[in-house]
């Protein structure tokens, strides 16, 4: 689904007010991390992330439309992203961009719960006591931290491509694979080689257990056929 942000002139009040038009939410993050880390200094100091859906530039340094066509800062994304100008302010016209229903920033180092896409009443579920499994779950539920792995990414917004462990908040436990049967647990060793983009498809619950003689949690997996999950 497509997906929106404004961008306002901080050296005006009127002019060069723009709506980004992103292909997804995914592809905003990306256009994000290569605008935030490019080597052109002008476009780094101008632009600046307000929240996920409010950019602001500084014009007198640089215009965030030229992003997509200037070498160095973001022009792989000239196909996926466009700006639409808005009427200056004496125009008294401005375009209302859509709100998610449920919308989440994912902000390397924040903790979250982690539930289904398709069915967001089942969480992960990590009850420590008694087993390492992390189970699925529609009546429980654990805190995790999600963070990119290297020095100084804390409060980065985290892309499909990023390394990342995900751990208890509770207890230093991170999330692992038992490699003989895909089952993920915690263990004091995070999983090497854990990238963000496993929540859209690397991860699956298995049939649901019997506890006192009543379908109860699953047993989460890691495998190649998994399901969506986003953070919450």
Same mark, same amino acid.
């Given at each position: ?46 632009? %600046? ?6 950019? =602001?530039?500084?014009? &007198?340094?640089?215009?965030? *439309?030229?992003? @997509? $066509? !200037? ?76 963070? %990119? ?6 409060? =980065?917004?985290?892309? &499909?491509?990023?390394?990342? *462990?995900?751990? @208890? $908040? !509770? ?62």
């Amino acid at each position: 689904m497509v997906f929106y942000a404004y961008v306002k002139n901080v050296s005006s009040n009127s002019t060069y007010r723009y709506v980004i038009v992103f292909a997804s939410r995914a592809v905003a993050d990306e256009w994000w991390r290569a605008v935030s880390t490019s080597s052109v200094v002008k476009f780094t100091e101008s632009i %600046r992330r307000i929240n996920a859906q409010y950019y =602001t530039h500084d014009v &007198g340094q640089a215009n965030a *439309a030229d992003s @997509l $066509t !200037t070498a160095g800062v973001a022009t792989q994304f000239l196909g996926k992203v466009f700006f639409t100008l808005q009427y200056d302010l004496g125009g008294r016209i401005l375009s209302i961009i859509p709100s998610p229903d449920h919308f989440t920033d994912h902000i390397s180092g924040n903790s979250f719960f982690i539930r289904s896409k398709v069915s967001p009443y089942q969480y992960w579920y990590c009850p420590l006591q008694g087993t390492k499994a992390v189970y699925v779950s529609s009546t429980e539920r654990t805190r995790f931290r999600v963070s %990119r792995n290297g020095s100084g990414t804390a409060g =980065t917004i985290m892309i &499909g491509s990023d390394e990342i *462990a995900i751990t @208890l $908040t !509770t207890v230093s436990q991170s999330i692992n694979v038992v490699p003989e049967s895909g089952q993920v647990i915690v263990s004091n060793a995070p999983k090497s080689g854990l990238k963000f983009s496993d929540f859209l498809g690397k991860f699956a619950a298995g049939l649901p257990l019997y506890k006192d003689g009543n379908l109860g949690r699953s047993e989460l997996f890691y495998t190649e056929d998994g399901e969506e999950w986003e953070l919450a």
